[in-house]
């Protein structure tokens, strides 16, 4: 696949860490007196970081990139060291990404001898005391708190008597179409939900009746800017996320509209099919029409 991703001219990087907190998916992290890039799965490639390097160190670069692979990336990354391998592991495992920090560690494991350092040490990373976790919690500085990525628990949620509150059924986060990461291991075979963003707020019931059991991923087709963005995540979300259904939940005015047709230009680009299904919500929160397109 045709890929866009961030490059850092580590000659021109003075260290300054300005793109750090522009990094919304946290990819960035100031390793060794250089901004490095720690996570090339949670790089989107929108180079909202460009404009806050003082020495045009950071540019995208597109260029053919096959499928993610934790493997080939950790391998790479050994050449950095020691910081940004360890920082890498602890990226993964704060953004709730076991299936690839599993592939690591396998991958750590096995080549061993060539480590830059110990196995007890990445024991020690991942597995510290309450304390240290809580200190690096708190002193982490790998973008914004509020786009990294998390799965939740789903036997763990309070469940919601009739007289009382209605339970959460989102499992996943981010849900913004410009914050997710269609390589995120949720979206592996999932069930996507993609809903107007006014869509919650309309329909009394959405958690129960559409997010249950799905991925939910939102936007809005008016005022939202980047729609070729959106196109290309969710043909990455088709081919690669290998997602097993589509459901698009819009409202009946007309720029909603908008949402189903770039569902349908991403999966008439994309190499496989997948079934969707179009849920038409009234302003006044009834379903309208639920039909597969």
């Not at 597995?127 to 973008?143: D, I, L, M, S, V």
């Amino acid at each position: 696949m045709l890929r866009e991703i961030v490059k850092i001219d580590e000659e021109l990087c003075n260290g300054c860490g300005l793109c750090v907190p522009n990094c919304h998916e946290g990819a960035l992290q100031i390793i060794d007196g250089k901004a490095r890039l720690v996570s090339e799965l949670m790089c989107d490639g929108l180079g909202a970081c460009i404009g806050h390097c003082p020495e045009g160190a950071i540019t995208i670069e597109k260029r053919e990139a096959d499928e993610y692979d934790e493997e080939v990336v950790i391998a790479q990354m050994i050449k950095s060291g020691k910081a940004t391998v360890f920082a890498h592991l602890k990226h993964l495992q704060e953004h709730g990404e076991t299936g690839y920090l599993n592939q690591a560690l396998n991958y750590i494991k096995a080549n061993r001898e060539r480590m830059p350092f110990q196995i007890r040490e990445v024991h020690e990373l991942l597995h510290g005391n309450k304390e240290q976790r809580h200190e690096h919690q708190e002193g982490a500085g790998c973008g914004c708190a509020g786009s990294a990525s998390k799965t939740f628990n789903v036997a763990g949620m309070k469940m919601a008597t009739p007289e009382t509150e209605i339970p959460s059924a989102l499992t996943q986060w981010p849900v913004q179409m410009h914050l997710i990461n269609p390589a995120a291991s949720y979206f592996q075979g999932a069930d996507l939900l993609v809903a107007a963003d006014c869509a919650g707020f309309a329909y009394g019931n959405f958690h129960n009746d559409f997010i249950k059991g799905k991925k939910l991923v939102i936007a809005c087709p008016k005022l939202d800017h980047g729609k070729d963005i959106y196109i290309q995540k969710l043909t990455h979300l088709i081919d690669n996320a290998r997602v097993n259904t589509i459901t698009v939940v819009i409202m009946e005015v007309p720029c909603c509209g908008g949402l189903s047709q770039m569902i349908q230009i991403a999966a008439q680009s994309a190499s496989r099919k997948v079934p969707i299904k179009e849920v038409v919500i009234s302003i006044r929160g009834d379903v309208l029409s639920e039909e597969w397109i």
